[in-house]
């Protein structure tokens, strides 16, 4: 039987990597799955190509304003929801003008770097509580990073909002807990996994695959991750099988985070 059969599911930042093999996933195990994205045709296309069980809509999760809007097609179009990915999230690097270390940081780029990424989650958390907190069982996923919980001295904003979303998660884990709300939260923790968001690695084509293997040797299991693998963990969280699993961090990183070789090299 599909892990996810009967279960509805919205996922943030779902056009393209991690949150499009999230969507893909969901649907082949059984979810009726809501795209979400500011890129708002390349969350069509992705519905389109996922048949039936998946729709799109236009959300840019900093803004509340978006959030109440599709509260109240979430409501009217689908009664309710059982799952919410909030996934959506920048480095800054392509997003703003910089810099982002912690003596010269942009302060206008830290705000919207963390207007996204922790302030989308916040937002994300509130509404799917309102939504969810009658529903049998239902699951919020937080995507924080492996730089929520380790230092990155080069993407310091980047960094600080991840961790945000990683002790956010922990309370509204708790306080669904302490309002008996059939609501679980967690977060996944990824780190070296190839996705659009490292082009700003790759400053030219020719060097990616350099760069890929550089980065590779400092990864215990020797190679980079897939958004699959991400997706899986989202798949995990968000089924029932998970049902005793509330405030977790869970990493997804090859082994990076399980030695003292954590730290970031520049």
């Not at 990424?117 to 492996?146: F, H, Q």
């Not at 968001?197 to 190679?223: C, N, R, Y």
Request: proline share 3%; aromatic share 6%.
């Amino acid at each position: 039987m599909a892990r996810l059969a009967g279960k509805k599911a919205l996922i943030t930042g779902a056009a393209r990597g991690i949150g499009a093999a999230i969507a893909k996933l969901f649907v082949a195990e059984g979810a009726t799955v809501i795209v979400s994205d500011i890129d708002v045709e390349g969350a069509k296309s992705l519905a389109f190509s996922l048949g039936d069980s998946a729709s799109f809509i236009a959300l840019d999760v900093a803004k509340e304003s978006d959030w109440i809007q599709a509260v109240g097609v979430l409501q009217t179009k689908f009664q309710g929801i059982d799952i919410v990915v909030n996934n959506a999230g920048i480095t800054g690097f392509l997003e703003t003008s910089g810099p982002h270390d912690p003596e010269n940081l942009d302060l206008a780029s830290w705000h919207k770097v963390h207007q996204i990424n922790a302030d989308g989650v916040a937002l994300g958390c509130k509404y799917a509580i309102k939504l969810m907190k009658d529903s049998k069982a239902a699951s919020i996923v937080n995507i924080s990073s492996r730089s929520g919980i380790v230092g990155i001295p080069a993407a310091a904003a980047y960094a600080s909002s991840k961790a945000s979303v990683r002790n956010h998660t922990k309370s509204v884990a708790l306080y669904c807990a302490e309002q008996n709300y059939p609501i679980r939260c967690n977060s996944i923790h990824p780190g070296a996994i190839l996705t659009p968001m490292w082009d700003a690695m790759f400053v030219e084509e020719s060097q990616k695959a350099e760069t890929i293997k550089s980065i590779s040797a400092e990864i215990p299991l020797g190679h980079m991750g897939e958004p699959i693998d991400v997706a899986f963990a989202a798949l995990f969280l968000a089924s029932n099988e998970s049902k005793y699993v509330t405030g977790i961090e869970l990493n997804i990183d090859g082994g990076i985070l399980a030695g003292s070789s954590a730290r970031p090299t520049k």
